[in-house]
C-alpha cells in the first residue's frame, strides 16, 4: 500500500460516526405500513403516474405459449373437463390440470419439457407443494406434491436437481410416486390447499371443513399417511360417516382459498360467502390448528375517511353491484408489525386488518408476538382512479377514452398482493382486459424541502405508481420469482438479523424470505436485489414482468443519451442526493445488474455524479449568510440572536453517505461473531457452545467486493483530480493538500469530521482584531473552503470503505479457519468481548483493531505453531495484499521472528538455536511497537537469550514515548502518567524474567507457571547468577533512566540486593538517596543538622527504611564510612512504628555507626585538621548516643523485672488463704505492676534523652545505680557540695543493705565503682561511701543482725576503685582525723581494721609489682628485671605504707578501749611495718 492509500484512523473513526448517524436516519425513516396509510388518509394524491419521458416502471420482458401437449390435451376434452392451473415458484414450476393429468413445465423460460403426471383415475379438483418432512422421505425428494381427487388424496415426491454445469438448480424436475402415501378422501371434494414451512399440510373441503393431511415413517399400528379433520366437532364427524354429503342439505359454504403467514403461524381462510376466517397453530408452528375469528361482514364496515372511492366523474352507476373480496394475502412484519392482512375487493379497494385488539402502532415490535384474537379493519385504501387532477394521466388508460354513460368504477377478477405490489385483472375496459399494477412510488421516499408542514405529513404517506399492461386472455395466477439461491442465500444472510427478525430458528426458504425485502423499497434495496420479476398465467399464455428499479431507468436514460432536461427531472424527483447515489452505484459498478455495465455507462454516470449542475455544490445553509441578521421588516434586528450559517454539502456528499451507509447497513451496529450452542459461566464457551461469523463466506465476499468497488472508484477519481478533486487539489503542495493532509491545510484548526458534516463551523469573525458590528461581514467559509472540506469528508469516507472491506476480508479468512478452534486459547474476558464486538467497533474503535490483532495472532501460531500447516509467508501474503490496515509490516516482521523461535526451541545445536535468536532479535527490532512481546520474551527466555528479553521492551517503551512525556514533568500530569504506564508495562516484561529466574512466580505472570518451575529447577545457582548479573549489566547500560529506577525498585523487592550494590550504575546513589527520603533531600544535608539526643526522627515506612539499609551499605562499599554513618544514625533515630525498631535494633545501628565513624577517623587522620575535628566531633556524639540509649535498654530491663515481680508477688497474695492480705494492697499491686510495664513500653518505643530517662524513669522508680552512672557520664556538677551524688549514694547503699545487707552493699559498690573510677569526688565520694557502710556494718554486727567481716568493707571499696588503694587510705585518713565524725570508739576500732586492710592490700600489690605478677597472678612484665625508675618508686610506696602503719599503731593505742580489743589490730599494723622494713620472702605470710 502507497503512503497516499494508509487509513487515518482518526478519519476512518469520524467518517463511521457519520455512518451510524446516516443509518439511524434510514432507519427512523423506514415507516410501518399502518403509519403509511395514516398519513396517506390526508393525501390529496396518494397514487402517482410513471413520466412518460422515461423507460417504463413495469414492462413486458417475456411470454410464452402455453405447453402443446396442455392445449391438446385439454382441447381433446372439449373444453369440457376439469381444468386448474397454477405456480409453484419454489421449484420455478407452472402446472395445470386436464381431469386426471397433472403438467409441470418452467414458467421463466421453455425447455421443451413438460411431463405428464397421470397415475389417478379421478379427476384432479386442487394441487399443492409442500416441504418434505426431513426424516421421512430420502433426501433427494425435497418437496411433496399433494394431488386431491373426490376419492382419493396422494403425495408424490419432488425431486431437483441442477443441471450439467450446475448453474441452474431447477434444471431437472422428476416426481417421484409414493404408493404407501395415498388416503381416500372420505367423500370430501378439497378446494384448495395451504402448506407451512415445516411441512404441515391442510387441505379445505367443500363441506366447509378443514383438515390437515399427516405423513410419517409409520411404526406398529400407525399409518404412514392419514386425514383428519380439525375444525368440526364429533358429532359433525359421525354424521359424516353415517350419512353421505349427497343427503346433506344444509347450507354450506366452503373454503374457496387459504393462505398461511410463516411470521406468525396464522391461517387465513375465505369462503364463498365472502366470510374471512382466522386460525393459529401455536407460537412455533407445531401446534393443533385453533379458530380465533371469524368475520362475515368485513365489507360493510367502512372506514369513515374512506367510505366511498374517489373519482373525477360525476356519474357513478346506482347499480353497481356490491364489492367482493378476490384475495387475501398476509402481510409480512417487515411491512407491518400490527396489520396482519390484506384483503382486495373486485372494485379496486384494499382493506388491511389485524388479528390484535389493540389499536395502533404504538405497541412497536411487541405486536408481533401478540396471541390472535379477532380479525378487524384498521383502514382502507382506496381504489386506482382512472384519473387524477393536475393533469397526469395513466398511458393508454385515459379517462378521455371512455364513454361517459360507462361506470368508472374497476372491475377485478383476479388479483395478486405481495410485498408491496398489487396486480390486479381488470375486466371493465370494454376492448381488452388490462393488467393495472401498483408499486411503491420510490421517489416519494426522499423529504421535499417546501413547506414543513404538509411537507413532513406527505413524505410519510403511502404512495403508489400506477401503471397499466394489456392482456390477453383472463389472468389465472400469478407469482413472484424468486431470486436464485445463491443471491438469497447472501441476502438472507445479510439481513435475517436486522430485517427478518432472526430468521435462523424459521423454516422459510431463503428465497422467500429474500423476496420480502422487496417490501422496503428499491431505494434502500436496489444495490443487493435484482430486478423484481411477476409471471403472470392467463388463459392465452405466461407473461413475464419486470419491475424497472430507479437504478434500472436511471440507466436507460444514460444509454439513450436523454436530453438534460430529462436528468435534471430524475434529479429533482429523487433528490439530489438519492439520484448521485444511483449514479455512484453504476460508475463503481456495485449494483445487482443481469447485464454488465458498460465503461461508456459508468463513465457518463461519473461525470453525473461530478456534475454540479445537477448534484449542486457545497454551500452556506439558507439562501444568503446575511440575510439572517435582518429582519422581516427588512431592517436590523439588534436584540436578536444571529444564527451562524453552517455547511451544506453536495449531493455527491449525501449520494456516497446513502451508499455507504445502505451497504454497511446490515452488519453496522450487530456483532460480527455469533455463538451456536451455550455459553459457559462468565462468557466462556461451553463444550457444545460453537463461535462463528454471523455472516456467511458468500455474503461478505459479496458485500466486500461491492464496498472495493465503491472505494476503487472514489480513489480513481481522486487521482484523476476529478470533480471537486480536481477543484482543491491546488490548495496546497502534495504533502499538505487537502486530499492527504490531516485536515489542518485550511488553517481552519484540527475540526472533527462529525462537525464538517453536520455541526455548526465557526470561524473567528475577529480575527484581525475585533471588527466592530457596522463593519460588512465576511462570510464564514468561501466556496474553495467548502469544497475542500466536502473533498475532505469524502475522503475519510472512502478511507472508511477501505477498511471495511478489509475488515470483510479478515473475518472470511478466520471463518475459514474455524473461529472457536483459533480462540481456545483466549480467556474469558476477551471471548466475551469478541462475541460481543460490532462491525462498527472492529473498523472504527482501538479495542476492534486489538481484537483482531489477537485474532490475527491465533491464526499465525496456527501456521507457526509445533504443529503448524505452513509459514508465515504463506499466510502473511494474504493479510498484507487482502487487509494491509489490519497486517502491517511490522505484523510480518513480527511472526516472522515469532517463526525464527519456533525453530529455535526444536535446535538441538546451541550455536544454531543462538543465530536463530539473534535472527529473531533482529527482526523485531525493526518493528518495536509490534504487540504482545511478553509472549515473544517469554519464548527469549525459555533459550536464555537475554539480551532481546532488555533490548526489546525497553525499544518499545521508547516508541511508545518517542517525545519522552514521561520524563517531562512541565506537561499534564494525566498525560504524563499515561506515558509512564505505557513504559511500565514494557519494563515489567523485564522484571518478570528476574522474577523467574529468581524462582519468584506471580499468579498473573505470564506463562504457565508449571513451564516456569520447571525450566528454572534445570539451572544451577552459578547460572542462575550469572544470567540475573546479565539483564541487571544490560540495564544498566540503557540511557533510560526512568527504567533504572523501576529496575532498581524491582531488584530490591525481589532480594537482589547484593546483585543491586555489585552492578548498579552511577544513578543508583541518587535512586536510594530520594526513594529513601520524604520530601527528598540530599544525605549530606545530615552532616549539617543533626538530630539532637532524645529527639526521634521522622517515622520511615519498611521501604524507606530498606532503602537506607541499602544506601548505608552501598557508602561502606565505595569507603564512605562517615556517610554511612550518618544514614545508620538516620535509621536508628527514626520514630518507632508499631515496635519497630526495637531499642536492641537501634543499638545495632548505632554500634555500627561508631565503627563506621571510627574507620572515617582512621582513614582521615592525615586530611585537614578542620575535616578531622568535625568527625571527631561527629564520632564523639555516635558515642554520647549509643551510652544514652544503652542507659534506656538498662532502664527498660529493669522496669520489666519489676512489673515481672510485682506480678508475681500479685498472684501470690491471690491465693493466701482466708483473706489474710487486705483487698486494697492487692488491687496497689496490680497498678503498680501496669504501671511499671506502661514505662517500660513508653521505652521501647522512641529514643528518650538523658534528662528524660533520670527524671522521668530512673528517679521515680529508685533505680539508683543508674543514675550514678547518668550523673558520671553527664559530668554532673551543678551543685558545689555534690549532694545529689552523696545523697544518690546513700541510696545506692541503703536500697542494697535492705535487699541484702552489708554484703549486698559491698557487692553494689564492686559493680557500680568501677564504672565511674577514675572520677572527682562529687561523683565517687569515697569518705562518704566508706562511713555509710562502716556505721551500718557495725550496727548489724552489734545488732546480730548480720556478721560483717573485717575486710568486706575495706576490700569494696579498694574494689571499687580499680585495686587502687592509695585513695581508699586517704578517705579512711580524712575520717579517722575527724574526731567530731567518728566521736565512737568502736567504730574508729572498725575502721582502724579496715585502714589495716587497705595497707595490706597495698602492700601486697606493691610486692606483686616488684615479682613481675599482678595480684592475681597474671604477669605484668615480660622482659628482666625491675627498671630504675620502678624501683624507686616501689620503694617511696613502701616508705609510704610503712609509715602509715607506724602511725596507725599510735592511733590504735589511743583508743580508749581495752587492749584486748585493740591488740589484735596493733599486732596486724606492727606486722605490716615490719614486713615492709624485712627482706621481700617475710612478706609472704601476708
Known amino acids: 500500500m502507497s503512503w497516499e492509500d494508509e487509513i487515518v484512523m482518526r478519519d476512518v473513526t469520524n467518517a463511521g460516526l457519520v455512518v451510524s448517524d446516516r443509518i439511524g436516519r434510514e432507519v427512523s425513516s423506514q415507516l410501518d405500513l399502518e403509519e403509511a396509510l395514516e398519513a396517506s388518509r390526508y393525501a390529496s394524491h396518494p397514487y402517482s403516474t410513471h413520466p412518460k419521458e422515461w423507460p417504463p416502471l413495469v414492462e413486458v420482458v417475456n411470454t410464452w405459449e402455453l405447453p402443446p401437449v396442455l392445449i391438446e390435451r385439454y382441447n381433446a376434452a372439449g373444453g369440457e373437463g376439469t381444468a386448474f392451473c397454477g405456480i409453484f415458484p419454489e421449484i420455478r414450476r407452472a402446472w395445470a390440470s386436464v381431469d386426471n393429468s397433472l403438467f409441470l413445465w418452467r414458467f421463466d423460460k421453455w425447455d421443451g419439457q413438460c411431463p405428464e403426471y397421470s397415475g389417478e383415475e379421478q379427476a384432479i379438483c386442487a394441487v399443492g407443494l409442500a416441504k418434505s418432512k426431513p426424516g421421512v422421505f430420502v433426501e433427494a425428494i425435497q418437496y411433496l406434491l399433494i394431488l386431491a381427487t373426490p376419492v382419493e388424496l396422494i403425495l408424490v415426491g419432488v425431486c431437483c436437481s441442477g443441471g450439467a454445469d450446475g448453474s441452474d438448480p431447477f434444471a431437472e424436475v422428476s416426481l417421484q410416486p409414493l404408493p404407501d402415501y395415498t388416503i381416500p378422501s372420505d367423500g370430501v371434494t378439497m378446494t384448495c390447499v395451504a402448506c407451512t414451512d415445516k411441512g404441515r399440510i391442510f387441505l379445505a373441503g367443500r363441506d366447509g371443513h378443514i383438515y390437515e393431511l399427516l405423513y410419517s415413517t409409520g411404526s406398529g399400528w400407525q399409518k404412514r399417511c392419514r386425514k383428519m379433520c380439525i375444525t368440526a366437532g364429533l358429532g359433525s364427524v359421525i354424521s359424516r360417516w353415517v350419512i353421505p354429503n349427497v343427503f346433506n342439505f344444509g347450507a354450506v359454504d366452503p373454503i374457496v382459498e387459504m393462505v398461511f403467514d410463516n411470521e406468525r403461524q396464522i391461517l387465513y381462510a375465505r369462503t364463498e360467502e365472502m366470510k374471512l376466517q382466522v386460525y393459529v397453530l401455536g407460537p412455533n408452528g407445531d401446534g393443533p390448528l385453533k379458530k380465533v375469528a371469524e368475520e362475515r361482514n368485513l365489507i360493510n364496515q367502512r372506514d369513515a375517511h374512506y367510505g366511498g372511492r374517489q373519482s373525477t366523474g360525476s356519474r ?121 399494477v401498483l408499486n411503491r412510488d420510490s421517489s416519494t421516499q426522499s423529504s421535499p424541502s417546501g413547506n414543513l408542514g404538509t411537507g413532513t405529513r406527505s413524505s410519510r404517506a403511502l404512495r403508489e405508481s400506477v401503471s397499466s399492461l394489456p392482456v390477453e386472455g383472463r389472468m389465472l395466477s400469478v407469482a413472484d420469482v424468486l431470486p436464485l439461491p445463491d443471491t438469497a442465500a447472501t441476502v438472507q444472510s445479510l439481513y435475517s438479523e436486522i430485517e427478518f427478525g432472526g430468521y435462523e430458528s424459521s423454516m422459510e426458504s431463503c428465497e422467500r424470505a429474500s423476496g420480502k425485502l422487496w417490501a422496503r423499497g428499491d431505494l434502500s434495496t436496489q444495490h443487493i436485489l435484482p430486478r423484481r420479476r411477476i409471471v403472470i398465467f392467463s388463459t392465452m399464455g405466461m407473461m413475464e414482468i419486470v419491475f424497472n428499479r430507479p437504478l434500472d431507468i436511471l440507466r436507460r436514460l444514460l444509454e439513450s443519451n436523454s436530453p438534460r432536461s430529462v436528468l435534471e427531472d430524475f434529479f429533482n424527483r429523487f433528490g439530489a442526493g438519492e439520484a448521485a447515489a444511483m449514479c455512484l452505484m453504476l460508475a463503481a459498478r456495485t449494483v445487482h445488474a443481469e447485464n454488465l455495465i458498460s465503461n461508456v455507462i459508468a463513465e457518463k454516470a461519473a461525470e453525473a455524479f461530478e456534475d454540479p449542475r445537477v448534484v449542486g455544490m457545497p454551500q452556506l445553509e439558507g439562501s444568503s449568510a446575511l440575510s439572517n441578521t435582518r429582519t422581516a421588516a427588512g431592517g436590523f434586528s439588534m436584540g436578536q440572536v444571529v444564527q451562524e450559517a453552517e455547511p451544506v454539502f453536495s449531493g455527491a456528499h449525501e449520494g456516497l453517505c446513502l451508499c455507504s451507509s445502505r451497504l454497511l447497513f446490515p452488519l453496522w451496529e450487530l456483532p460480527v461473531m455469533i455463538v451456536k450452542g451455550s455459553l459457559g459461566p462468565l462468557g466462556t464457551l461451553s463444550e457444545n457452545g460453537v463461535v462463528v461469523c454471523r455472516l456467511s463466506v458468500g455474503a461478505m465476499q459479496v458485500l466486500e467486493h461491492k464496498l472495493r468497488s465503491l472505494e476503487k472508484f472514489l480513489r480513481s477519481r481522486r487521482n484523476q483530480r476529478r470533480g471537486l478533486y480536481g477543484c482543491v487539489a491546488g490548495l496546497g503542495d502534495l504533502s499538505g493538500s487537502i486530499l492527504y493532509g490531516n485536515g489542518s491545510a485550511l488553517g481552519a484548526g484540527d475540526r472533527s469530521m462529525v462537525r464538517n458534516l453536520f455541526g455548526a463551523y465557526s470561524r473567528n469573525m475577529e480575527s484581525n482584531g475585533g471588527g466592530t458590528s457596522n463593519k460588512r461581514q465576511r462570510l464564514p467559509y468561501s466556496p474553495a473552503e467548502l469544497a475542500a472540506m466536502e473533498v475532505r469528508a469524502m475522503e475519510c469516507i472512502r478511507q472508511l470503505l477501505l477498511r471495511s472491506g478489509e475488515a470483510l476480508f479478515l473475518l472470511q479468512l478466520l471463518s475459514q479457519h474455524h473461529v472457536t478452534r483459533l480462540i481456545q486459547g483466549f480467556d ?3 471471548q466475551q468481548a469478541l462475541v460481543q464486538l460490532t462491525f462498527h467497533q472492529l473498523v472504527c474503535s482501538e479495542e476492534g483493531d486489538r481484537l483482531a490483532t489477537r485474532l490475527i495472532s491465533a491464526l499465525m501460531e496456527y501456521y507457526t505453531g509445533p504443529d503448524g500447516r505452513g509459514t508465515v509467508d504463506d499466510i502473511s501474503r494474504r493479510l498484507r495484499e487482502g487487509c494491509p490496515s489490519y497486517y502491517k509490516e511490522s505484523d510480518y516482521k513480527f511472526f516472522l521472528a515469532v517463526e525464527a523461535l519456533e525453530r529455535a526451541a526444536v535446535t538441538i545445536d546451541a550455536e544454531e538455536k543462538e543465530n536463530l535468536a539473534r535472527e529473531a532479535l533482529n527482526s523485531l527490532s525493526k518493528v518495536p511497537e509490534s504487540a504482545d512481546l511478553r509472549t515473544v520474551c517469554k519464548r527469549f527466555e525459555d533459550l536464555r537469550f537475554y539480551d532481546a528479553v532488555v533490548c526489546l521492551p525497553l525499544q518499545k517503551a521508547q516508541a511508545l514515548d518517542p517525545a519522552g512525556d514521561a520524563y517531562n514533568d512541565e506537561i499534564d500530569a494525566t498525560v504524563r502518567e499515561q506515558a509512564l504506564a505505557q513504559r511500565e508495562q514494557c519494563y515489567e516484561i523485564i522484571i518478570s524474567a528476574l522474577r523467574s529466574l529468581k524462582g519468584v512466580t506471580l499468579q498473573k505472570e505470564f506463562g504457565s507457571p508449571i513451564r516456569s518451575a520447571a525450566s528454572q529447577s534445570a539451572l544451577d545457582p552459578t547460572s542462575r547468577k550469572k544470567y540475573i548479573s546479565q539483564i541487571v549489566q544490560l540495564g544498566v547500560q540503557s540511557p533510560d533512566r526512568i527504567f533504572h529506577e523501576y529496575l532498581y525498585q524491582a531488584m530490591i523487592d525481589l532480594g537482589l540486593e547484593n546483585e543491586l550494590l555489585e552492578y548498579g550504575g552511577p544513578d543508583l546513589l541518587p535512586f536510594l538517596q ?48 562517615m556517610l554511612a554513618a550518618h544514614a545508620l544514625l538516620r535509621l536508628a533515630e527514626r520514630r518507632s512504628i508499631d515496635g519497630v525498631p526495637t531499642l536492641e535494633q537501634r543499638c545495632q545501628y548505632l554500634s555500627n555507626a561508631v565503627l563506621q565513624a571510627k574507620n572515617a577517623t582512621n582513614n582521615d587522620g592525615l586530611v585537614g585538621s578542620t575535616r578531622s575535628s568535625i568527625d571527631s566531633g561527629f564520632l564523639d556524639l555516635l558515642e554520647g548516643k549509643l551510652a544514652v540509649l544503652r542507659f534506656q535498654i538498662k532502664i527498660k530491663e529493669e522496669l520489666e523485672a519489676m512489673a515481672s515481680r510485682s506480678e508475681v508477688l500479685h498472684s501470690t497474695s491471690n491465693s493466701d488463704q482466708n483473706g489474710l492480705v487486705p483487698e486494697g494492697s492487692s488491687t496497689t ?258
Open 828 to 830: 474469558a474476558n476477551l
Open 316 to 436: 357513478v352507476s346506482s347499480r353497481s353491484p356490491k364489492p367482493s373480496i378476490v384475495c387475501i394475502s398476509p402481510l409480512s412484519t417487515l411491512e407491518s408489525k400490527w396489520l396482519h392482512l390484506v384483503a382486495v375487493l373486485s372494485d379496486g379497494r384494499r382493506m388491511y386488518l389485524s388479528t390484535s385488539p389493540s389499536s395502533g402502532s404504538l405497541n412497536g415490535f411487541n405486536t408481533n408476538h401478540h396471541k390472535p384474537s379477532c380479525l378487524k379493519v384498521v383502514t382502507t385504501r382506496p381504489a386506482p382512479p382512472w384519473g387524477v387532477s393536475g393533469g397526469l394521466t395513466f398511458g393508454t388508460m385515459a379517462l378521455a377514452g371512455r364513454p361517459q354513460n360507462e361506470d368508472l368504477s374497476l372491475k377485478v377478477e383476479a388479483a395478486y398482493c405481495s410485498s408491496g405490489t398489487l396486480i390486479l385483472s381488470d375486466a371493465s375496459p370494454p376492448t381488452m382486459p388490462s393488467l393495472l
Open 1074 to 1121: 530520594s526513594a529513601g527520603r520524604k520530601p527528598m533531600h540530599e544525605v549530606r544535608a545530615v552532616t549539617a543538622t543533626t538530630s539532637p539526643m532524645g529527639q526521634s526522627g521522622a517515622p520511615m515506612s519498611s521501604n524507606q527504611v530498606k532503602y537506607y539499609e541499602l544506601l548505608a551499605r552501598y557508602y561502606v562499599l565505595k569507603r564512605q564510612h
Open 1229 to 1486: 499491686g496490680a497498678n503498680v505492676a501496669n504501671a511499671t510495664r506502661d514505662k517500660a513500653k513508653e521505652l521501647s518505643s522512641d529514643v528518650k534523652s538523658i534528662t528524660q530517662l533520670y527524671n522521668e524513669y530512673a528517679v521515680p522508680f529508685e533505680l539508683w545505680e543508674i543514675c550514678l552512672e547518668m550523673l558520671y557520664f553527664a559530668n554532673y556538677s551543678s551543685d558545689n557540695d555534690s549532694s545529689i551524688a552523696r545523697e544518690t549514694w546513700a541510696r545506692v547503699i541503703d536500697q542494697a543493705i535492705s535487699r541484702g545487707g552489708i554484703a549486698e552493699a559491698c557487692s553494689v559498690i564492686k559493680r557500680v565503682g568501677p564504672r565511674i573510677y577514675p572520677g572527682d569526688g562529687a561523683v565517687l565520694p569515697l569518705d562518704i561511701i566508706c562511713l555509710h557502710l562502716e556505721k551500718a556494718g557495725l550496727e548489724r554486727l552489734n545488732s546480730g543482725v548480720e556478721s560483717v567481716g573485717d575486710e568486706d568493707i575495706a576490700r569494696a571499696l579498694v574494689s571499687a576503685c580499680k585495686g587502687a588503694a592509695e585513695p581508699v587510705l586517704n578517705a579512711y585518713d580524712q575520717l579517722l582525723s575527724n574526731g567530731a565524725i567518728l566521736p565512737s570508739p568502736n567504730l574508729r576500732l572498725r575502721m582502724l581494721r579496715s585502714v589495716l586492710v587497705v595497707l595490706r592490700e597495698w602492700a601486697l600489690s606493691v610486692y606483686s609489682q616488684r615479682m613481675g605478677t599482678s595480684s592475681v597472678g597474671s604477669p605484668l612484665i615480660l622482659g628482666g628485671g625491675f627498671s630504675l625508675e620502678r624501683t624507686v618508686a616501689s620503694q617511696g610506696i613502701r616508705d609510704k605504707i610503712t609509715s602509715s602503719a607506724n602511725r596507725y599503731m599510735t592511733e590504735v593505742r589511743r583508743l580508749a578501749l581495752p587492749q584486748s580489743q585493740t591488740e589484735l589490730v596493733y599486732r596486724g599494723f606492727r606486722e605490716l611495718e615490719e614486713s615492709l622494713i624485712s627482706p621481700p620472702h617475710s612478706f609472704d605470710r601476708f
